[in-house]
């Protein structure tokens, strides 16, 4: 179970932690980073990547479930360029309110980061400050919880100006209450003095630093926020004018690394970036493309979600993730190579509700069929009605993928027949994007066709109606 390069010495050390599994820190299995793997993505310090292990709190669930989640947060650090030597796992009732793990723990937990030469300790949650600034007094190393992790590999990845503001805006947001001295210093001032009769003397000047830190970063939120109004107006405008012209929505959503992205790719032809990592996508791209009969359709690629996305990301890149809300259909992709793929399901649900999209018409896209064990896509087939099967790799599926896509559009379902003279050619075309073209025929008055549109664009053809 141990990596061949643990340091000579750790091994009995750890010994004593696994004989008492379910009081001391258990060792996650298989963890650590290949070598030449965890450095591909981030930049890298004169020192090589950051040398990390990993401590969750296993508090409810099976085993095998804490493991995985483990695992996942062992992707999440390899995503951020970090490097992870070793992970272990706690089982309690609840995090220790103080230091996450228990004192006891947290001092095991600085012994084995100081025998790995470790810089930084990643805790699978989210920590509240004093519980940050206990740990990492007594661990003696960095420590960074789930949510400081994901909220860096999307700084990291962030390309355009929205994301990059949406990004900051997030990070900001989690800095506020975590800024230093915030909590633990504070109550240690109004300690000395003795509570409320302390008065004047208790504000010492490193309170009003941070009074001050906290106010300046106050005020850059509020003008990111306004920054980032304005750069939703620019896209609102652009999704109102399809909304506007009809034109039917439906986005990819899905786990991260779930195969969105390749989807796209193969469904439209387009050029996205794919990547083995978490998080690949951050800046949702749209693409325009059409039904087997014609209809055009907009198919959008959006950011990945995982298990606890960061509410201040959630509410940061809300404008992006409204593309998914708003959408007239959610192409929900999951992977079906994962081990516990119904678990990424519920997260996902769980996202989409919380950014309003649960009323929305959801088609269960079981991608990754060409790698993914039968008995898997069995079980997830007939878990989810109406689901399919696909591979974005061998294009598998998709055929049978696109006729859903096509069922479960909205459909325009006023019959009209109409004579459009070739001045207003551009009804014409918008027939044909918009509706379903039963009959076209052309003569030297103009455009003949018998059609289904919806009722608005109905009435708008109202002057041309000549029956056949
Ligand atoms: N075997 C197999 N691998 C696939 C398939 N589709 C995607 N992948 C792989 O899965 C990984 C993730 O693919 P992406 O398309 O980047 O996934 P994504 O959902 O866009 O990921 P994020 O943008 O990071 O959320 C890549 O290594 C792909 O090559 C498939 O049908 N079969
Ligand atoms: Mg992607």
Redesign the pocket.
């Known amino acids: 179970m141990t990596s061949p390069e643990r340091p000579f010495g750790l091994a009995d050390a750890l010994g004593s932690f696994d004989a008492s599994q379910d009081a001391g820190l258990r060792h996650v299995r298989g963890l650590s980073s290949q070598p030449g793997e965890g450095v591909a993505v981030g930049e890298q310090g004169p020192a090589g990547p950051e040398r990390v292990v990993l401590v969750g709190a296993w508090t409810s669930g099976t085993l095998a479930e804490a493991e995985s989640s483990m695992a996942e947060l062992a992707a999440l650090v390899e995503a951020a360029g970090g490097l992870v030597l070793d992970g272990v796992i706690q089982r309690r009732d609840r995090p220790d309110p103080a230091t996450f793990i228990g004192s006891g723990k947290a001092r095991l937990l600085r012994d084995l980061a100081e025998e790995w030469s470790a810089d930084t300790v990643v805790c699978d949650g989210e920590l509240s400050p004093a519980q940050l600034v206990r740990l990492e007094e007594v661990v003696k190393a960095k420590i960074v919880d789930r949510t400081a992790l994901i909220l860096d590999i999307f700084a990291q990845r962030a390309a355009s100006k929205e994301g990059k503001a949406q990004v900051e805006l997030a990070q900001m947001q989690y800095m506020l209450p975590r800024l230093r001295g915030w909590g633990q210093s504070l109550s240690r001032q109004m300690g000395g003095g003795g509570g409320a009769g302390g008065g004047v003397a208790t504000r010492g000047p490193g309170e009003t630093k941070i009074e001050t830190d906290r106010r300046r970063l106050r005020e850059k939120i509020s003008k990111l926020r306004r920054e980032l109004d304005e750069m939703k107006t620019g896209r609102d405008v652009k999704r109102s004018e399809r909304r506007r012209n009809k034109v039917p929505s439906v986005a990819l959503a ?1 786990y ?7 989807l796209l790719n193969r469904l439209t032809g387009a050029d996205v970036h ?8 951050l800046d949702p791209t749209v693409r325009r493309t059409q039904t087997s009969s014609g209809r055009t359709y907009t198919l959008a ?1 959006t ?2 979600f995982v298990r606890h996305l960061p509410h201040q990301l959630v509410d940061a890149f809300r404008s992006t993730l409204e593309e998914v809300a708003d959408a007239d259909l959610i192409l929900h ?1 999951v992977d079906g190579t994962h081990p516990d793929p119904e678990a990424q399901i519920e997260a996902v649900r769980t996202v989409i509700g919380e950014i309003g999209g649960a009323g929305v018409r959801e088609i269960v896209v079981v ?2 069929a ?2 993914a064990p039968s008995e898997v896509l069995n079980r997830l087939l007939e878990g989810e009605p109406g689901s399919v099967a696909v ?3 061998t294009g598998e599926g998709c055929d049978a993928l696109l006729a859903r896509v096509e069922e479960a559009l909205p459909q325009p379902d006023v019959e009209v027949e109409v004579l459009i003279p070739y001045t207003e050619g551009h009804l014409v075309s918008r027939v044909h994007e918009e509706g379903e073209i039963l009959v076209e025929d052309h003569d030297e008055n103009g455009t003949r066709v018998r059609a289904n549109v919806d009722a608005r664009l109905a009435a708008e053809l109202a002057d041309y109606a000549q029956p056949f």
């Open positions: 899905g991260t690394n779930a195969g969105k992205s390749s794919v990547k083995n990592a978490l998080f690949a996508t690629d950011v990945g992709v991608n990754k060409d790698a591979s974005a790799r």
